[in-house]
């Protein structure tokens, strides 16, 4: 069974430091992952996805994320954190082997704030 | 485009009530699901339609949790009774068959009294 783990509940960075919010996976085939996005009273919004191609892909908002399957991770990453960051990120992996995403299964979460 | 609609957007009803919640895809997404989002946790798939059939309820609770999306498009969650361990949010999303992506709606908060 597909499953991930959020290593980290809260995570508080500094505006204009770098974010690191980690991520283990665990699958019995070749993974899709994702990262979802979470403010407050809004509905998720995807901020990146992993498919089989790029180890290290790029989304929205300058976030990135490195598929690394040796350690089965998909951190998340950003080089300077700005203060509209703020909210609860999850990763993400899906269940159906090929990427389609018939089931997201989704980590616990990571609130991260950005102090000023 | 509009995005996935959601309503209401809050509720609160004492346990024992029904309760239903709409949900209204994006344009032209065959694919819907019903998630349920517990108070510090992650969403957790309900219900997957494919145009107007369940495909995978396997997570729905079927004593007092119903679903349908009879034309294929908007859909309903219903609950009744409520319980007080229904209080979540209830996240509705769709997908475009060719597209791997999920696109979430703002969710419906429960709060069971």
């Known amino acids: 069974a597909q499953s991930v783990t959020q290593l980290d509940s809260h995570v508080s960075v500094s505006e204009g430091t770098p974010v690191l919010l980690r991520c283990n996976y665990s699958?019995?085939?070749?993974?899709?992952l994702f990262w979802y996005v979470q403010h407050p009273n809004k509905g998720l919004q995807l901020l990146l996805k992993?498919?089989?191609?790029?180890?290290l892909v790029k989304g929205i908002n300058g976030f990135e994320a490195e598929f690394k399957k040796s350690e089965t991770s998909f951190h998340l990453t950003k080089p300077s954190a700005h203060m509209s960051d703020a909210a609860e990120y999850f990763c993400v992996v899906s269940d159906e082997y090929g990427g389609a995403t018939n089931k997201l299964i989704f980590g616990t979460g990571t609130l991260l704030a950005v102090q000023p | 485009e509009a995005g996935v609609v959601q309503s209401p957007r809050y509720k609160i009803i004492e346990k024992k009530q029904p309760v239903a919640f709409w949900c209204n895809p994006i344009s032209g997404h065959n694919t819907l699901y019903w998630y349920r989002q517990n108070l510090g946790q992650g969403p957790e798939l309900l219900i997957r339609y494919e145009n107007e059939e369940a495909v995978d309820d396997s997570q729905l609770p079927k004593d007092r949790f119903s679903a349908e999306r009879l034309k294929g498009v908007d859909s309903t969650l219903k609950i009744q009774p409520a319980e007080l361990g229904d209080s979540a949010v209830y996240l509705c999303?769709?997908?475009?068959?060719?597209?791997?992506?999920?696109?979430f709606g703002p969710g419906t908060r429960l709060t069971v009294l």
């Open positions: 992993y498919t089989s191609a790029a180890t």
């Open positions: 999303a769709s997908r475009e068959f060719s597209y791997n992506e999920q696109f």
């Open positions: 699958s019995s085939y070749s993974p899709s």
